[in-house]
C-alpha cells in the first residue's frame, strides 16, 4: 500500500471511485454501503446520481456535509 493511503477505508473509497469511473455502479455501491464515512458518503452520493436516483444521491450529500 502507498504511503498517501493511509488506512483502508481511504483505499477502499479509491477503488470505489475507480468502478464508478468505468461505470460498475454495483460493485462501488457495495464498497460505499460497507464504510461509515465522509469519503464514503460522498462517493455514494456520486453513484447514485449517476444511476440517475437524485433523492437518494441528495441524501447522500446531505450526509456528507462539507466535502473540500
Known sequence: MHTWIKNQP?????QAGVY??????REC???VNEID???ASYWH???HRREPD???SNY??????YHP
Open 10 to 14: 481511504s483505499f477502499e473509497c479509491l
Open 37 to 39: 464515512s465522509q469519503e
Open 45 to 47: 452520493a456520486l453513484m
Open 29 to 31: 455501491h457495495d464498497i
Open 60 to 65: 447522500w450529500f446531505r450526509k456528507v456535509g
Open 20 to 25: 464508478l469511473k468505468h461505470h460498475y455502479l
Open 54 to 56: 437524485v433523492s437518494n
